[in-house]
């Protein structure tokens, strides 16, 4: 019996549950639908790759990349954002809002591919902080390539490699066993 | 009661125009007071009638012949009995009814779990069987009770008038008769604690585990109608007020109606569930008891009389 003046202090007080538009704060690190900054995007596909919900999808084009995200198939895992390279992906805090039809919520990013400064042709974006963990310091001759298409910078590390030759007796090293 | 009046009593008061409003209050009251006394929020009072129309738009899931025949006409039974049983209810004055409607109202309001124990094994699901088995068992324990309560109030009014049950003067038998009715309402309303036979979570929803859809929505209706006819009757028959300006008296009904779902909500948030065994021992030994209690004292004035 002393169930009931429980029942009586909650009927007086404040119900604990919350109406559906308000929601309770989120903790510090929660995973919210996954938010992309085209700029730092490179179009490289891993977000897709690892998805395994298919909620991210990248599909290539001629001169840009379009970015797919679909709120109601995300398991919030995120997978995405942890191997995205250019660090262009995160989750943001907050929780997916409720929606009424279905795809209301999805979204599409056009990442555009910049022109090669040699040839012309559109070329996948670079990042310099992608190549900082490859080469401790950036020479310029590495900061000149980033933004060359793959042809142009396939051309001209080949003529560097030439060069290098024509003044060795041997590509590899000084003197062949 | 003319063709007419039957008319009147089953379409509008008390029977649908007022019932299923009625009915899907009920739902909601019970639904919000309870989640009040949990600290919970509850649903919006529109909630029942919205669950309704969701379900009566859905597709019915296709089934083979016999177990959609009766999966479909169960609920509908229920539900027509639910509105043919409030429409014998002598709410107001002038609505007398005829000789024997108590036995009708007897039959009419224990239609809805008959339909419920044959829907369960109907629909061959193992938890449905379940709940119907526990239904079975438990209606059992509970209508001897409810139905002995019942004849010693006829008895002592010596009518099987509903009418004249309810306007009989206050006596000494009224008191454990309605108490035993009272007694009766959670568990033929299947709230805690016993709500044995529809047990949310631990077999589902009993009976009604398989259903969905339209069908569905009929249970939903046929449950809340029998909110409607249960504390009406209990109203009905504890309280045989009549002030005569048949609108005060339908305040009076629908009021107490609602002052005793408060009460139910109440012991409903209040308990925990039992097992069959002990809803029906409960039963055969607290109802059965008071039940006896106001039998006797119907009898026993005649007793005196046959004596002496």
């Known amino acids: 019996m002393s169930i009931f003046p429980v029942l009586i202090k909650n009927l007086r007080t404040k119900p604990?549950?919350?109406?559906?538009?308000?929601?309770?704060?989120?903790?510090?690190?929660?995973?919210?639908?996954?938010?992309?900054?085209?700029?730092?995007?490179?179009?490289?596909?891993?977000?897709?790759?690892?998805?395994?919900?298919?909620?991210?999808?990248?599909?290539?084009?001629?001169n840009s990349c379009e970015w797919q995200y679909l709120p109601g198939r995300c398991t919030f895992c995120g997978r995405c954002a942890a191997v995205c390279p250019g660090r262009a992906l995160r989750m943001e805090g907050g929780s997916v809002p409720a929606y009424l039809s279905a795809g209301e919520l999805d979204e599409t990013h056009r990442v555009p591919y910049p022109a090669c400064p040699e040839c012309g042709r559109p070329s996948r974006p670079g990042a310099e902080h992608i190549l900082m963990r490859a080469y401790s310091e950036l020479t310029e001759k590495v900061r000149e390539n980033i933004f060359l298409c793959q042809r142009c910078r396939l051309r001209r590390s080949q003529k560097d490699l030439w060069a290098t030759a024509g003044r060795s007796s041997h590509p590899r090293g000084e003197s062949p066993a | 009661m003319s063709w007419e009046k039957a008319f009147l009593a089953l379409l509008i008061f008390p029977g649908m125009l007022y019932a299923v409003p009625m009915a899907w209050l009920m739902l909601w009251l019970e639904r919000k007071l309870r989640a009040r006394m949990q600290g919970r929020m509850g649903p919006p009072f529109y909630q029942p009638f919205f669950d309704f129309v969701k379900l009566m738009a859905k597709r019915p899931i296709l089934r083979p012949r016999t177990d959609a025949v009766l999966m479909t006409g169960l609920p509908l039974v229920a539900v027509s009995a639910g509105l043919v049983a409030l429409a014998l209810l002598p709410v107001v004055q002038a609505s007398k009814g005829f000789a024997g409607d108590l036995v009708l109202l007897v039959a009419f309001i224990e239609v809805p779990s008959l339909c419920a124990v044959l829907a369960g094994f109907a629909s061959r699901s193992i938890f449905g069987q379940v709940g119907a088995t526990?239904?079975?068992?438990?209606?059992?324990?509970?209508?001897?009770?409810?139905?002995?309560?019942?004849?010693?109030?006829?008895?002592?009014?010596?009518?099987?008038?509903?009418?004249?049950?309810?306007?009989?003067?206050?006596?000494?038998?009224?008191?454990?008769?309605?108490?035993?009715?009272?007694?009766?309402?959670?568990?033929?309303?299947?709230?805690?604690?016993?709500?044995?036979?529809?047990?949310?979570?631990?077999?589902?929803?009993?009976?009604?585990?398989?259903?969905?859809?339209?069908?569905?929505?009929?249970?939903?209706?046929?449950?809340?109608?029998?909110w409607v006819v249960l504390t009406g009757l209990a109203v009905c028959l504890g309280l045989p007020f009549h002030t005569g300006a048949p609108i005060l008296d339908f305040a009076v009904f629908a009021g107490l109606s609602l002052v005793l779902v408060v009460l139910l909500s109440f012991v409903a948030a209040g308990t925990a569930r039992l097992k069959v065994a002990q809803a029906a021992r409960f039963y055969w030994r607290w109802g059965m008891g008071l039940a006896l209690v106001a039998l006797i004292l119907a009898i026993l004035p005649g007793i005196e009389r046959f004596v002496r």
């Open chain 2, 134 to 226: 526990r239904e079975a068992v438990l209606s059992v324990a509970y209508n001897v009770p409810f139905l002995t309560a019942i004849v010693a109030l006829a008895y002592s009014a010596h009518s099987l008038l509903l009418a004249d049950i309810a306007a009989a003067p206050a006596s000494w038998v009224r008191a454990p008769a309605v108490a035993t009715i009272l007694l009766c309402l959670p568990v033929k309303l299947r709230i805690n604690p016993f709500s044995v036979s529809n047990a949310e979570q631990e077999i589902y929803s009993g009976p009604a585990t398989e259903f969905g859809g339209p069908q569905l929505g009929m249970w939903e209706l046929a449950h809340g109608l029998e």
């Open chain 1, 16 to 62: 604990v549950t919350l109406r559906l538009p308000d929601e309770a704060p989120h903790p510090k690190d929660f995973r919210g639908p996954v938010k992309i900054e085209v700029e730092k995007c490179i179009g490289c596909g891993m977000c897709a790759y690892v998805c395994v919900s298919y909620a991210v999808r990248v599909t290539e084009n001629e």
